[in-house]
């Protein structure tokens, strides 16, 4: 049984840094693209963030681009996103999501999901 847990959410004011954690348990995520997504109150699950198994590629969606990283250590089958200059509109639940075929724009194709940690930034 593979378990995503997300870590490091919190409230914060805007201007402001936060970094994520995922760690996977259950088998190694190794192979497979590892990735961020969020979901604010009544709006749909949107992507954020993803890095491919090798971590050499990534991908961001444009509202984060410039602002947010995302890196991966494989050795501790652990993703990361560094969240810095945060702005309201970023408040939401963020969800670490693994996909053994990639991670694309939407949620289709994800394999295991977290439970989400709540990241919520003050005006």
């Known amino acids: 049984q593979v378990q995503l847990v997300e870590s490091g959410g919190g409230v914060v004011q805007a201007g402001g840094s936060l970094r994520l954690s995922c760690a996977a348990s259950?088998?190694?995520?190794?192979?497979?693209?590892m990735g961020w997504f969020r979901q604010a109150p009544g709006t749909e699950r949107e992507f954020v963030a993803a890095i491919t198994w090798t971590g050499i590629s990534t991908y961001y969606a444009d509202s984060v681009k410039g602002r947010f990283t995302i890196s991966r250590d494989n050795a501790k089958n652990s993703v990361y996103l560094q969240m810095n200059t945060l702005k309201p509109d970023d408040t939401a639940v963020y969800y670490c999501?693994?996909?053994?075929?990639?991670?694309?724009?939407?949620?289709?194709?994800?394999?295991?999901w977290g439970k989400g940690t709540l990241v919520t930034v003050s005006s």
């Open positions: 999501a693994a996909a053994l075929k990639g991670i694309g724009a939407t949620t289709r194709g994800i394999d295991y």
């Open positions: 259950g088998r190694t995520l190794s192979s497979y693209a």
